[in-house]
Protein backbone atom coordinates (compact mmCIF):
# COMPACT_ATOMS: atom_id res chain seq x y z
CA UNK A 1 0.00 0.00 0.00
CA UNK A 2 2.27 2.67 -1.14
CA UNK A 3 1.11 6.72 0.64
CA UNK A 4 0.15 8.82 -2.18
CA UNK A 5 2.50 11.49 -3.23
CA UNK A 6 0.22 14.26 -1.85
CA UNK A 7 0.32 12.46 2.02
CA UNK A 8 4.38 12.26 1.41
CA UNK A 9 4.41 15.83 1.36
CA UNK A 10 4.10 15.62 5.37
CA UNK A 11 1.63 17.95 5.33
CA UNK A 12 -1.11 16.97 7.89
CA UNK A 13 -4.41 17.78 7.72
CA UNK A 14 -5.77 19.71 10.86
CA UNK A 15 -2.54 19.20 12.92
CA UNK A 16 -2.19 21.25 16.22
CA UNK A 17 -1.97 24.76 15.43
CA UNK A 18 -4.29 24.63 11.65
CA UNK A 19 -6.17 27.32 11.51
CA UNK A 20 -9.03 24.58 10.48
CA UNK A 21 -8.26 22.47 13.17
CA UNK A 22 -9.39 22.10 16.58
CA UNK A 23 -7.17 22.90 19.50
CA UNK A 24 -3.82 25.26 19.26
CA UNK A 25 -3.72 28.97 18.62
CA UNK A 26 -2.21 31.07 16.02
CA UNK A 27 1.24 31.05 17.50
CA UNK A 28 1.45 27.46 16.98
CA UNK A 29 3.04 26.31 13.96
CA UNK A 30 2.10 23.38 11.67
CA UNK A 31 3.55 20.55 11.41
CA UNK A 32 5.54 20.45 8.23
CA UNK A 33 9.31 18.92 7.38
CA UNK A 34 10.43 21.63 5.04
CA UNK A 35 9.58 24.29 3.34
CA UNK A 36 9.16 22.26 0.24
CA UNK A 37 7.14 18.74 0.51
CA UNK A 38 9.44 15.46 1.44
CA UNK A 39 8.94 13.01 -1.03
CA UNK A 40 9.61 9.86 0.17
CA UNK A 41 10.94 7.69 -3.25
CA UNK A 42 9.85 3.72 -3.16
CA UNK A 43 11.71 1.23 -4.35
CA UNK A 44 11.80 0.57 -8.38
CA UNK A 45 12.69 -3.26 -8.99
CA UNK A 46 13.88 -2.45 -12.23
CA UNK A 47 16.10 0.52 -10.51
CA UNK A 48 18.72 -0.06 -8.53
CA UNK A 49 18.90 3.30 -7.04
CA UNK A 50 16.78 3.24 -3.54
CA UNK A 51 16.37 6.30 -1.88
CA UNK A 52 17.24 5.68 2.28
CA UNK A 53 14.02 7.09 4.20
CA UNK A 54 15.43 10.21 6.62
CA UNK A 55 15.04 9.78 10.46
CA UNK A 56 12.87 12.48 10.91
CA UNK A 57 10.18 11.38 8.66
CA UNK A 58 9.73 8.91 10.94
CA UNK A 59 9.48 10.86 14.01
CA UNK A 60 7.24 13.61 12.42
CA UNK A 61 5.13 11.07 11.63
CA UNK A 62 5.35 9.80 15.83
CA UNK A 63 4.63 13.03 16.80
CA UNK A 64 1.62 13.14 14.32
CA UNK A 65 0.07 9.97 16.04
CA UNK A 66 -0.26 11.40 19.04
CA UNK A 67 -2.85 13.97 17.47
CA UNK A 68 -6.38 13.30 18.61
CA UNK A 69 -7.76 13.98 14.74
CA UNK A 70 -8.13 10.95 13.41
CA UNK A 71 -7.60 12.26 9.85
CA UNK A 72 -3.76 13.38 11.32
CA UNK A 73 -3.08 10.16 12.68
CA UNK A 74 -4.27 8.22 9.63
CA UNK A 75 -2.22 10.51 6.82
CA UNK A 76 0.42 10.02 9.26
CA UNK A 77 0.18 6.21 9.25
CA UNK A 78 0.11 6.09 5.53
CA UNK A 79 3.66 8.41 5.84
CA UNK A 80 4.70 6.05 7.90
CA UNK A 81 3.81 2.90 6.09
CA UNK A 82 5.44 4.02 3.14
CA UNK A 83 8.68 4.78 4.93
CA UNK A 84 8.76 1.23 6.14
CA UNK A 85 8.09 -0.07 3.36
CA UNK A 86 11.24 2.27 1.78
CA UNK A 87 13.44 0.25 4.19
CA UNK A 88 14.39 2.66 7.26
CA UNK A 89 17.58 0.64 9.25
CA UNK A 90 16.72 -1.25 12.56
CA UNK A 91 19.54 1.17 13.77
CA UNK A 92 17.77 4.25 13.24
CA UNK A 93 14.45 2.93 14.18
CA UNK A 94 15.47 0.69 17.18
CA UNK A 95 14.96 3.20 20.12
CA UNK A 96 11.80 4.02 18.46
CA UNK A 97 10.07 1.12 17.68
CA UNK A 98 8.02 0.57 21.40
CA UNK A 99 6.33 3.99 20.89
CA UNK A 100 5.37 3.33 17.24
CA UNK A 101 4.32 -0.05 18.52
CA UNK A 102 1.88 1.77 21.16
CA UNK A 103 0.72 3.95 18.52
CA UNK A 104 -0.65 1.17 16.24
CA UNK A 105 -2.58 -0.68 19.24
CA UNK A 106 -4.21 3.23 19.93
CA UNK A 107 -5.23 3.08 16.15
CA UNK A 108 -6.08 -0.21 16.15
CA UNK A 109 -8.26 0.58 19.40
CA UNK A 110 -9.76 4.18 18.39
CA UNK A 111 -9.13 4.94 14.75
CA UNK A 112 -10.75 4.49 11.64
CA UNK A 113 -10.75 0.93 9.50
CA UNK A 114 -8.29 2.24 6.93
CA UNK A 115 -6.39 3.81 9.80
CA UNK A 116 -6.38 0.06 11.51
CA UNK A 117 -5.44 -1.44 8.75
CA UNK A 118 -2.47 0.83 7.96
CA UNK A 119 -1.30 0.48 11.16
CA UNK A 120 -1.89 -3.76 11.01
CA UNK A 121 0.47 -3.23 8.25
CA UNK A 122 3.07 -1.38 9.80
CA UNK A 123 3.48 -3.36 12.80
CA UNK A 124 4.05 -6.69 10.11
CA UNK A 125 6.60 -4.13 8.03
CA UNK A 126 8.33 -3.05 11.78
CA UNK A 127 8.57 -7.03 12.85
CA UNK A 128 10.62 -8.12 9.18
CA UNK A 129 12.39 -4.86 9.77
CA UNK A 130 13.92 -5.52 13.00
CA UNK A 131 13.86 -9.57 12.49
CA UNK A 132 17.30 -10.04 10.92
CA UNK A 133 19.28 -11.23 13.86
CA UNK A 134 22.82 -12.44 14.27
CA UNK A 135 22.72 -15.12 11.99
CA UNK A 136 21.28 -18.76 12.49
CA UNK A 137 17.87 -17.73 12.11
CA UNK A 138 17.81 -15.52 15.18
CA UNK A 139 15.77 -12.80 16.15
CA UNK A 140 16.23 -9.20 17.76
CA UNK A 141 15.02 -8.37 21.02
CA UNK A 142 12.99 -5.68 19.05
CA UNK A 143 10.52 -8.09 16.77
CA UNK A 144 9.98 -10.28 19.94
CA UNK A 145 8.64 -7.12 21.63
CA UNK A 146 6.47 -6.29 18.98
CA UNK A 147 4.85 -9.79 18.40
CA UNK A 148 4.33 -9.88 22.08
CA UNK A 149 2.49 -6.65 22.59
CA UNK A 150 0.30 -7.11 19.16
CA UNK A 151 -0.27 -10.11 19.37
CA UNK A 152 -3.45 -10.19 21.43
CA UNK A 153 -4.99 -7.62 19.17
CA UNK A 154 -3.99 -9.59 15.87
CA UNK A 155 -5.10 -13.03 17.07
CA UNK A 156 -8.41 -11.27 17.87
CA UNK A 157 -9.25 -9.35 14.96
CA UNK A 158 -8.82 -13.08 12.97
CA UNK A 159 -10.74 -14.93 15.29
CA UNK A 160 -13.80 -12.83 16.26
CA UNK A 161 -13.74 -9.68 13.74
CA UNK A 162 -16.52 -9.25 11.08
CA UNK A 163 -15.30 -6.87 9.54
CA UNK A 164 -13.06 -8.21 6.68
CA UNK A 165 -10.91 -5.53 5.88
CA UNK A 166 -9.54 -5.61 9.26
CA UNK A 167 -9.30 -9.05 8.93
CA UNK A 168 -7.38 -9.28 5.89
CA UNK A 169 -4.75 -6.93 6.95
CA UNK A 170 -4.50 -8.70 10.39
CA UNK A 171 -3.99 -12.08 9.22
CA UNK A 172 -0.84 -10.67 6.98
CA UNK A 173 0.22 -8.67 10.07
CA UNK A 174 0.42 -11.72 11.93
CA UNK A 175 2.43 -13.78 9.86
CA UNK A 176 4.30 -11.39 9.25
CA UNK A 177 5.35 -10.25 13.28
CA UNK A 178 5.26 -14.33 13.60
CA UNK A 179 8.10 -14.94 11.14
CA UNK A 180 10.18 -12.13 12.55
CA UNK A 181 9.91 -12.20 16.37
CA UNK A 182 8.83 -15.99 16.91
CA UNK A 183 11.12 -17.38 19.73
CA UNK A 184 9.73 -21.19 19.90
CA UNK A 185 7.87 -23.22 17.50
CA UNK A 186 4.84 -22.84 20.52
CA UNK A 187 4.58 -18.90 19.36
CA UNK A 188 4.49 -20.24 15.73
CA UNK A 189 1.88 -22.64 16.44
CA UNK A 190 -0.36 -20.23 18.37
CA UNK A 191 -0.43 -18.50 15.31
CA UNK A 192 -1.02 -20.52 12.76
CA UNK A 193 -4.21 -21.90 15.56
CA UNK A 194 -5.71 -18.66 15.29
CA UNK A 195 -5.68 -18.14 11.68
CA UNK A 196 -6.73 -21.53 11.19
CA UNK A 197 -9.78 -21.82 14.19
CA UNK A 198 -10.41 -18.34 13.37
CA UNK A 199 -10.69 -18.24 9.33
CA UNK A 200 -9.92 -21.73 7.65
CA UNK A 201 -11.93 -23.95 9.79
CA UNK A 202 -13.48 -21.92 12.36
CA UNK A 203 -15.58 -25.22 14.04
CA UNK A 204 -12.54 -26.41 15.33
CA UNK A 205 -11.49 -23.57 17.48
CA UNK A 206 -12.56 -23.30 21.40
CA UNK A 207 -15.23 -20.86 21.79
CA UNK A 208 -14.78 -19.75 18.42
CA UNK A 209 -17.72 -21.95 16.43
CA UNK A 210 -20.84 -19.45 16.59
CA UNK A 211 -18.40 -16.24 15.86
CA UNK A 212 -16.80 -17.77 13.09
CA UNK A 213 -20.01 -19.41 11.54
CA UNK A 214 -21.96 -16.27 11.90
CA UNK A 215 -19.10 -14.39 9.70
CA UNK A 216 -19.49 -13.71 5.92
CA UNK A 217 -15.78 -14.24 5.38
CA UNK A 218 -14.50 -13.60 1.71
CA UNK A 219 -12.76 -15.57 -0.56
CA UNK A 220 -10.10 -13.03 -0.43
CA UNK A 221 -9.66 -13.21 3.45
CA UNK A 222 -10.09 -17.34 2.69
CA UNK A 223 -7.33 -17.40 0.83
CA UNK A 224 -4.77 -15.31 2.30
CA UNK A 225 -5.33 -17.28 5.59
CA UNK A 226 -4.46 -20.51 3.82
CA UNK A 227 -1.51 -18.42 2.55
CA UNK A 228 -0.17 -16.94 5.81
CA UNK A 229 -0.78 -20.47 7.60
CA UNK A 230 1.58 -22.07 4.86
CA UNK A 231 3.65 -19.68 5.51
CA UNK A 232 4.31 -20.22 8.88
CA UNK A 233 4.05 -24.03 8.18
CA UNK A 234 7.22 -23.61 6.37
CA UNK A 235 8.53 -21.42 9.23
CA UNK A 236 8.29 -24.25 12.13
CA UNK A 237 9.51 -27.09 10.23
CA UNK A 238 12.42 -24.93 8.93
CA UNK A 239 14.02 -23.37 12.07
CA UNK A 240 13.21 -26.26 14.49
CA UNK A 241 13.01 -30.09 14.17
CA UNK A 242 9.65 -31.86 13.82
CA UNK A 243 8.43 -34.73 16.20
CA UNK A 244 8.99 -38.01 14.45
CA UNK A 245 5.54 -39.44 12.71
CA UNK A 246 4.13 -35.68 12.87
CA UNK A 247 1.03 -34.95 10.75
CA UNK A 248 -1.19 -32.96 9.38
CA UNK A 249 -3.74 -35.61 7.95
CA UNK A 250 -6.90 -33.43 9.05
CA UNK A 251 -5.80 -29.62 8.07
CA UNK A 252 -5.01 -31.86 4.50
CA UNK A 253 -8.46 -33.48 3.99
CA UNK A 254 -9.56 -29.59 4.64
CA UNK A 255 -7.24 -28.40 2.22
CA UNK A 256 -8.01 -31.02 -0.09
CA UNK A 257 -11.66 -29.85 0.02
CA UNK A 258 -10.61 -26.27 -0.91
CA UNK A 259 -9.33 -27.19 -3.93
CA UNK A 260 -12.82 -27.48 -5.23
CA UNK A 261 -13.79 -23.79 -4.48
CA UNK A 262 -15.27 -21.60 -6.78
CA UNK A 263 -12.28 -18.86 -6.37
CA UNK A 264 -9.18 -19.36 -7.99
CA UNK A 265 -7.02 -17.98 -5.41
CA UNK A 266 -8.68 -20.34 -2.98
CA UNK A 267 -7.78 -23.02 -4.80
CA UNK A 268 -4.08 -21.88 -5.69
CA UNK A 269 -3.66 -21.16 -1.94
CA UNK A 270 -4.50 -24.36 -1.64
CA UNK A 271 -2.63 -26.19 -3.67
CA UNK A 272 0.46 -24.66 -2.69
CA UNK A 273 0.20 -25.36 0.96
CA UNK A 274 -0.66 -29.05 0.10
CA UNK A 275 2.54 -29.29 -2.14
CA UNK A 276 4.48 -27.91 1.14
CA UNK A 277 2.51 -30.33 3.44
CA UNK A 278 4.02 -33.03 1.03
CA UNK A 279 7.31 -31.66 0.59
CA UNK A 280 7.50 -31.55 4.62
CA UNK A 281 6.51 -35.56 4.62
CA UNK A 282 3.33 -34.73 6.55
CA UNK A 283 1.05 -36.43 4.60
CA UNK A 284 2.69 -40.02 5.04
CA UNK A 285 -0.36 -41.53 7.46
CA UNK A 286 -2.68 -40.31 4.44
CA UNK A 287 -4.54 -43.30 2.78
CA UNK A 288 -3.19 -44.06 -0.50
CA UNK A 289 -6.80 -43.62 -2.09
CA UNK A 290 -6.91 -39.90 -0.74
CA UNK A 291 -3.59 -39.19 -2.38
CA UNK A 292 -4.85 -40.62 -5.75
CA UNK A 293 -7.61 -38.29 -5.52
CA UNK A 294 -5.62 -35.75 -4.71
CA UNK A 295 -3.36 -36.27 -7.56
CA UNK A 296 -6.33 -36.73 -10.05
CA UNK A 297 -7.58 -32.79 -8.90
CA UNK A 298 -4.56 -31.62 -9.18
CA UNK A 299 -4.26 -33.07 -12.85
CA UNK A 300 -7.36 -31.94 -13.39
CA UNK A 301 -6.93 -28.13 -12.53
CA UNK A 302 -3.58 -27.87 -14.14
CA UNK A 303 -5.86 -28.72 -17.06
CA UNK A 304 -8.96 -27.67 -16.40
CA UNK A 305 -11.15 -25.04 -18.94
CA UNK A 306 -12.29 -21.50 -18.13
CA UNK A 307 -15.46 -22.64 -16.97
CA UNK A 308 -14.90 -23.24 -13.33
CA UNK A 309 -14.43 -19.86 -11.72
CA UNK A 310 -15.52 -17.89 -15.02
CA UNK A 311 -15.75 -14.78 -12.82
CA UNK A 312 -11.81 -14.56 -12.63
CA UNK A 313 -10.46 -15.65 -16.44
CA UNK A 314 -7.31 -13.54 -15.85
CA UNK A 315 -5.86 -15.85 -13.52
CA UNK A 316 -6.71 -19.29 -15.20
CA UNK A 317 -2.86 -19.21 -16.53
CA UNK A 318 -1.51 -18.56 -13.37
CA UNK A 319 -3.60 -21.68 -11.93
CA UNK A 320 -2.71 -23.84 -14.69
CA UNK A 321 1.05 -23.30 -14.57
CA UNK A 322 0.90 -23.89 -10.49
CA UNK A 323 -1.08 -27.04 -10.37
CA UNK A 324 1.09 -28.29 -13.81
CA UNK A 325 4.41 -27.56 -10.71
CA UNK A 326 2.77 -29.59 -8.20
CA UNK A 327 1.02 -32.14 -10.59
CA UNK A 328 5.02 -32.63 -11.74
CA UNK A 329 6.23 -32.72 -7.81
CA UNK A 330 3.88 -35.20 -6.96
CA UNK A 331 3.93 -37.41 -10.12
CA UNK A 332 7.77 -37.73 -9.77
CA UNK A 333 9.28 -35.29 -7.36
CA UNK A 334 9.98 -32.44 -9.68
CA UNK A 335 10.53 -29.13 -7.59
CA UNK A 336 9.57 -25.47 -8.23
CA UNK A 337 12.08 -23.29 -9.46
CA UNK A 338 12.31 -19.20 -9.49
CA UNK A 339 14.72 -16.75 -9.48
CA UNK A 340 14.62 -12.74 -8.65
CA UNK A 341 16.77 -10.59 -9.72
CA UNK A 342 18.05 -8.90 -6.29
CA UNK A 343 19.66 -4.88 -8.35
CA UNK A 344 19.22 -3.48 -11.52
CA UNK A 345 23.07 -4.59 -11.91
CA UNK A 346 21.88 -8.28 -12.50
CA UNK A 347 25.01 -9.33 -10.16
CA UNK A 348 23.10 -11.19 -7.53
CA UNK A 349 20.21 -12.99 -7.74
CA UNK A 350 17.85 -15.07 -5.37
CA UNK A 351 16.92 -18.32 -6.16
CA UNK A 352 14.63 -21.03 -4.57
CA UNK A 353 14.00 -24.86 -5.65
CA UNK A 354 11.50 -25.97 -2.95
CA UNK A 355 8.00 -25.54 -2.14
CA UNK A 356 8.98 -24.44 1.31
CA UNK A 357 11.01 -21.67 0.25
CA UNK A 358 8.77 -20.56 -3.04
CA UNK A 359 5.90 -19.90 -0.21
CA UNK A 360 7.98 -17.93 1.66
CA UNK A 361 9.24 -16.17 -1.30
CA UNK A 362 5.56 -15.26 -2.69
CA UNK A 363 3.99 -14.20 0.65
CA UNK A 364 6.86 -11.75 1.58
CA UNK A 365 6.52 -10.11 -2.11
CA UNK A 366 2.89 -10.11 -1.51
CA UNK A 367 2.72 -8.72 1.55
CA UNK A 368 5.78 -5.98 0.89
CA UNK A 369 4.22 -5.39 -1.92
CA UNK A 370 6.41 -1.87 -3.63
CA UNK A 371 8.92 -2.33 -0.81
CA UNK A 372 10.02 -6.15 -1.38
CA UNK A 373 13.02 -4.91 -3.31
CA UNK A 374 13.99 -2.70 -0.93
CA UNK A 375 13.87 -4.95 1.66
CA UNK A 376 15.52 -7.38 -0.74
CA UNK A 377 18.51 -5.50 -0.66
CA UNK A 378 19.08 -4.12 2.80
CA UNK A 379 17.31 -6.47 5.10
CA UNK A 380 19.19 -8.93 7.05
CA UNK A 381 16.66 -11.38 7.07
CA UNK A 382 16.14 -11.73 3.75
CA UNK A 383 19.63 -12.98 4.15
CA UNK A 384 19.03 -15.49 6.81
CA UNK A 385 15.95 -16.88 4.37
CA UNK A 386 16.85 -16.91 1.25
CA UNK A 387 20.04 -17.98 -0.88
CA UNK A 388 21.02 -15.42 -2.82
CA UNK A 389 24.47 -15.82 -4.38
CA UNK A 390 25.92 -14.02 -7.67
CA UNK A 391 25.22 -14.81 -10.82
CA UNK A 392 28.28 -15.93 -13.18
CA UNK A 393 26.91 -15.55 -15.99
CA UNK A 394 25.77 -11.65 -15.25
CA UNK A 395 29.20 -10.75 -14.82
CA UNK A 396 30.77 -12.07 -18.34
CA UNK A 397 31.54 -9.83 -21.67
CA UNK A 398 28.92 -10.33 -24.06
CA UNK A 399 30.77 -12.47 -26.52
CA UNK A 400 31.08 -15.16 -23.37
CA UNK A 401 27.31 -14.39 -22.34
CA UNK A 402 26.60 -15.32 -26.29
CA UNK A 403 28.84 -19.04 -25.62
CA UNK A 404 26.99 -19.40 -22.56
CA UNK A 405 23.48 -19.33 -23.86
CA UNK A 406 24.27 -21.37 -26.87
CA UNK A 407 26.15 -23.92 -24.21
CA UNK A 408 23.23 -24.10 -22.37
CA UNK A 409 20.52 -24.64 -25.22
CA UNK A 410 22.87 -27.29 -26.64
CA UNK A 411 22.75 -29.18 -22.93
CA UNK A 412 18.95 -28.77 -22.65
CA UNK A 413 18.59 -29.88 -26.79
CA UNK A 414 21.00 -33.07 -25.70
CA UNK A 415 19.18 -34.25 -22.66
CA UNK A 416 15.77 -33.73 -24.28
CA UNK A 417 17.18 -35.86 -26.99
CA UNK A 418 18.20 -38.77 -24.30
CA UNK A 419 14.86 -38.26 -22.60
CA UNK A 420 13.05 -38.75 -26.01
CA UNK A 421 14.77 -41.72 -27.01
CA UNK A 422 14.72 -43.43 -23.55
CA UNK A 423 10.99 -42.96 -23.74
CA UNK A 424 10.93 -44.72 -27.50
CA UNK A 425 12.97 -47.62 -26.31
CA UNK A 426 10.63 -48.33 -23.48
CA UNK A 427 7.59 -47.91 -25.33
CA UNK A 428 9.32 -50.25 -28.26
CA UNK A 429 11.20 -52.78 -26.44
CA UNK A 430 9.29 -55.99 -27.39
CA UNK A 431 9.97 -54.80 -31.15
CA UNK A 432 13.74 -53.74 -30.96
CA UNK A 433 15.97 -57.15 -32.06
CA UNK A 434 18.26 -58.52 -29.52
CA UNK A 435 21.79 -56.93 -29.20
CA UNK A 436 23.60 -60.18 -28.70
CA UNK A 437 22.48 -63.67 -29.78
CA UNK A 438 22.13 -66.10 -27.34
CA UNK A 439 24.72 -69.28 -27.09
CA UNK A 440 22.70 -71.96 -27.95
CA UNK A 441 21.64 -70.95 -31.57
CA UNK A 442 22.78 -72.79 -34.45
CA UNK A 443 25.12 -70.88 -37.13
CA UNK A 444 24.05 -70.85 -40.98
CA UNK A 445 25.99 -70.05 -44.17
CA UNK A 446 24.50 -67.58 -46.28
CA UNK A 447 26.64 -64.49 -47.43
CA UNK A 448 30.38 -64.39 -48.06
CA UNK A 449 32.33 -62.21 -45.32
CA UNK A 450 36.02 -60.87 -45.40
CA UNK A 451 38.91 -62.66 -44.70
CA UNK A 452 39.26 -61.23 -41.26
CA UNK A 453 35.99 -62.49 -39.89
CA UNK A 454 36.49 -64.15 -37.07
CA UNK A 455 33.50 -66.85 -38.12
CA UNK A 456 35.30 -68.06 -41.19
CA UNK A 457 35.65 -71.85 -42.07
CA UNK A 458 38.17 -72.97 -44.41
CA UNK A 459 37.44 -75.44 -47.28
CA UNK A 460 38.85 -78.81 -46.15
CA UNK A 461 39.97 -79.86 -49.62
CA UNK A 462 42.52 -76.48 -50.16
CA UNK A 463 45.24 -75.02 -48.78
CA UNK A 464 45.43 -71.53 -48.66
CA UNK A 465 48.83 -71.11 -48.03
CA UNK A 466 49.60 -73.20 -51.67
CA UNK A 467 46.94 -70.64 -53.95
CA UNK A 468 49.10 -68.44 -56.77
CA UNK A 469 49.01 -64.63 -56.10
CA UNK A 470 46.04 -62.95 -55.58
CA UNK A 471 44.89 -61.18 -59.45
CA UNK A 472 44.69 -57.63 -60.01
CA UNK A 473 41.83 -55.85 -58.64
CA UNK A 474 39.99 -55.43 -61.67
CA UNK A 475 40.34 -59.10 -62.77
CA UNK A 476 38.12 -61.23 -61.45
CA UNK A 477 39.04 -64.89 -59.75
CA UNK A 478 38.36 -68.03 -61.87
CA UNK A 479 34.89 -69.13 -61.27
CA UNK A 480 36.47 -72.38 -59.38
CA UNK A 481 38.31 -70.04 -56.72
CA UNK A 482 34.95 -68.10 -56.91
CA UNK A 483 33.17 -70.93 -55.44
CA UNK A 484 36.07 -71.28 -52.66
CA UNK A 485 35.28 -67.97 -51.02
CA UNK A 486 34.92 -67.85 -46.93
CA UNK A 487 31.27 -67.42 -45.79
CA UNK A 488 29.81 -65.51 -43.45
CA UNK A 489 28.09 -67.74 -40.69
CA UNK A 490 24.69 -65.91 -39.27
CA UNK A 491 23.27 -67.58 -36.21
CA UNK A 492 19.24 -67.95 -35.93
Not at 94 to 122: M, N, Q, W
Not at 246 to 267: F, M, Q, T, W, Y
Not at 305 to 318: F, I, M, N, Q
Not at 326 to 352: H, M, Y
Amino acid sequence: MAPSGRSLGMDFPHARGDKKGAGGGKSQKRLVAHEKPIRVRISNPEKEHVCRVPTDIVELCIIALFEKRGSTREAAMEILVGALEGFAHAEEIRDKYTTIVSRCVFSLKKGSVKEACLAYRAVGILALTLGGGGGGGDVTAGSKDILAEAFPFLAKTVEASHNMARVLAAIDSLAAATFAGADGNDEIEKSMDAIWSGVIDPSSGPGSKLAGDARNTTPQVLAAAVSAWAFLLTAVHERYEAEPGESCKDNIVLLANLLDDDDRAVRMAAGEALAACVELKLAHDTAPEDMEALKATVSDLATSPACKGAADKRRLADQKDIFRQIDAFLECGESPRKSVRTSSSRQNVLKVTTWTKLLQLNFLTRFLGNGFHSHLQHNPLFDETFKIAGDEVEGLSARKKKLSRRWKEKKWSLELRRNRDAVWKAKNKFGLPEEEPESDTKALMLLPAPASHHHMLLPVHRQWHLLPPAPASHMLPPVEQQQQQPILLLEY
